[in-house]
């Protein structure tokens, strides 16, 4: 199953469709590795060179995102003109401000003052328990069915609607309801692109910028117009010999060299 799709994948994409596989076959196995795994949660302390250290938590993995974007959001609402840091060191004074209780008029003062996002994506067939195949932890990949449904019982959570196509499972469209939704096609084109379109590229849709493949107004704004490339690719495309077309759903890159690149959208429920 895995080796008919890894044609035009790297490393991390076989990674992923290999863990999915392995739940498909083996959700039961998935869950109990799970539940052993949640036993071994712990922070670690390493000291390293230059005075530095290294603090490590390794969590359950909606933990862990749930922990990142939180950061990464304050992080990002913190900017201020000539600011020199970079988002990295950003990231680390917000985890910082954030653990020590400081209130940091950059951090919006209380630290409740965004909600981090946990991004699951999971059949609604899986959610019934009529199968248990994988659900999709964005920022993480693949997580048994089991772990789905219970992260998807948190009764805070806010759901999304999507319409896959039958035959190959990219996504066709999709419904919101979130408290402050972004126009409804900028949510449908990061919900369908996943990652930056860029080949290997698996910077997350919703830290992207939406770039219109041929400017417009040459060509409409519309899906099949339009992409998610964070901004290094976005920056690559415009000052540099390489070059895109677009036919809908696919993405063909060519590299200076003349070598070809054709990247898909995420597959939500793969055949």
């Known amino acids: 199953h895995v080796v008919d799709r890894v044609q035009g994948c790297n490393a991390s994409q076989v990674r992923d469709l290999v863990r999915r596989a392995v739940l498909r076959c083996d959700p039961d ?8 795994a949640r036993v071994d949660r712990r922070v670690v302390l390493t000291p390293v060179d ?89 920022g993480y990949g693949p997580i048994p069915a089991a772990y789905a449904r219970a992260i998807a019982s948190d009764p ?21 309801n979130t408290y402050r939704p972004p126009t409804a096609l900028d949510d449908f084109v990061r919900a369908r692109d996943h990652t930056c379109r860029f080949p290997g590229c698996q910077h997350p849709a919703q830290h992207t910028d939406l770039d219109h493949t041929i400017p417009w107004p040459t060509e409409p704004t519309t899906p099949g117009n339009l992409g998610a490339l964070c ?12 070059q895109l077309t677009q036919t809908h759903r696919q993405f063909h890159w060519t590299s200076p060299t003349r070598r070809r690149y054709t990247t898909t959208p995420q597959k939500y429920d793969p055949p």
């Open 156 to 176: 805070t959570g806010t759901w999304k609607r999507l319409i896959t196509d039958p035959t190959d499972g990219s996504l066709i469209e999709h419904t919101h």
């Open 29 to 36: 196995g998935g869950r109990r590795r799970h539940e052993r």
């Open 231 to 242: 901004r290094h690719h976005h920056r690559l495309k415009h000052q540099t010999p390489w």
């Open 50 to 138: 230059d005075g530095m250290a290294e603090l490590v938590a390794l969590l359950p993995a909606e933990q862990a995102t749930a922990v990142y974007r939180r950061v990464d959001a304050l992080a990002r609402a913190r900017r201020v003109p000539r600011d020199e840091r970079g988002a990295d060191a950003r990231r680390a004074d917000v985890f910082v401000g954030l653990l020590l209780g400081h209130r940091d008029p950059g951090v919006t003062g209380e630290p409740g003052g965004v909600r981090p996002l946990v991004h699951l994506t999971v059949a609604a067939s899986t959610l019934t328990g009529a199968n248990n195949n994988p659900g999709i932890l964005h």
